[in-house]
């Protein structure tokens, strides 16, 4: 799997792509098919240690939860606003996700989930784009 993230961080409304935050890493991981989708499980190395992550994809709704050196559990639908909790313990923030757009075109050991959705952390607006790309073992 190689997953990408982007995130722009917006202030007083306007983009500022000198902040960009971008990530890539290539990890191994395992896909399976479910009843109305995929579910994906993936662990990453950071400085802060180790991160698993689940992604569950349905038709609706793409929920992707993390443990680990990060906290997380975040529902992705487009127009809907879902609010959590992220942590990086020992802080926690106030965590809302907004899915602008999700482009899904897994198939069994292959394809590609984008998430486009805005993000607000500690008081902070943010733009995301999200990419898993899942080739064949």
Do not use: W
């Not at 975040?74 to 942590?87: A, D, Q, R």
């Not at 486009?116 to 080739?135: D, N, P």
């Amino acid at each position: 799997l190689v997953v990408k993230s982007t995130i722009e961080n917006i202030e007083d409304g306007v983009v500022d792509h000198a902040l960009d935050e971008v990530s890539e890493s290539t990890v191994s991981g395992f896909m399976k098919p479910t009843e109305d989708g995929f579910f994906l499980t993936y662990s990453e190395e950071g400085d802060g240690g180790r991160t698993v992550s689940d992604v569950t994809v349905s038709e609706s709704c793409v929920r992707v939860r993390r443990t680990g050196s990060v906290v997380s559990d975040l529902m992705f639908e487009v127009g809907v606003v879902h609010t959590s909790i992220y942590e990086v313990p020992p802080y926690q923030f106030d965590m809302s996700v907004e899915a602008t757009k999700i482009r899904n075109t897994l198939s069994l050991g292959a394809g590609m989930l984008d998430l486009f959705y805005k993000m607000t952390v500690g008081g902070a607006e943010k733009k995301v784009r999200l990419r898993i790309s899942v080739f064949p073992a």
